[in-house]
């Protein structure tokens, strides 16, 4: 299993583009989730899903969406990208059973809005 | 609102020397308790984490977490430090929400220096 990936590595975007951020898991997992890594702050959540089809707003949400369409894909889109943005954006998933709740993160996607 | 605070932002120690960093939380009910670990240039690793059952928590690499229930904490110890611990330490909760699968929230990590 490749686990959690996510692309791109590394990214620079000009404020007011937009973008996505790919994330894909393989194990199944129904629970997935964004966050952003800032410094001083720790890592804050965005959005997260239950499932195909559902999804919620986390600690941080203003300037993203997120859709859920397949178990495996959770893409989070930034529609006008400010430097505010400008982070280090992880995403996560876990399985659905009750009482399991550790996360697998992805490697990270760096972003840079000028 | 659920939060997690971590009370030490930035700990220096020498080599060998012991260590705790502190983490609690703000809710009643059931949780999942994690600590993860970054070094530098590295995404997030799990050191340890606690479902339920035996409130100390033994990790990889030395580490070891106790839940104290009445305090809403879970601190990470380890009792001789090395130069490789150097590192920023997150402690994480996981809050269930009712029909809605729950949130995993951070504390805001504590960045760990060890001298050699």
Request: include cysteine; glycine fraction near 10%.
């Amino acid at each position: 299993n490749a686990g959690v990936t996510q692309t791109p590595k590394f990214q620079v975007l000009k404020t007011g583009q937009s973008m996505t951020l790919q994330c894909a898991q393989d194990m199944n997992h129904e629970y997935m989730s964004w966050y952003r890594q800032d410094p001083g702050m720790g890592l804050r959540l965005i959005h997260y899903s239950v499932g195909a089809g559902i999804t919620d707003q986390g600690e941080v949400p203003n300037g993203y969406n997120v859709s859920r369409s397949t178990t495996e894909d959770f893409p989070l889109r930034l529609l006008s990208a400010a430097p505010s943005q400008t982070s280090v954006y992880f995403c996560a998933s876990k399985t659905g059973l009750a009482g399991n709740n550790e996360q697998f993160f992805g490697p990270g996607t760096r972003l840079t809005v000028l | 609102a659920q939060s997690v605070s971590q009370h030490n932002h930035h700990v220096i120690l020498s080599e060998a020397a012991s260590l705790e960093l502190g983490c609690n939380y703000s809710y009643g009910g059931t949780v999942n308790l994690f600590w993860y670990v970054q070094y530098p240039g590295q995404h997030l690793q799990l050191l340890l984490k606690y479902f339920s059952g035996d409130p100390l928590v033994k990790g990889i690499k030395g580490f070891e977490a106790e839940f104290i229930k009445s305090k809403f904490s879970f601190n990470l110890r380890k009792p001789s430090v090395q130069w490789s611990d150097t590192a920023e330490y997150f402690c994480a909760v996981f809050f269930p929400i009712y029909n809605q699968g729950g949130k995993l929230i951070f504390g805001q990590g504590t960045e760990l220096s060890v001298k050699p």
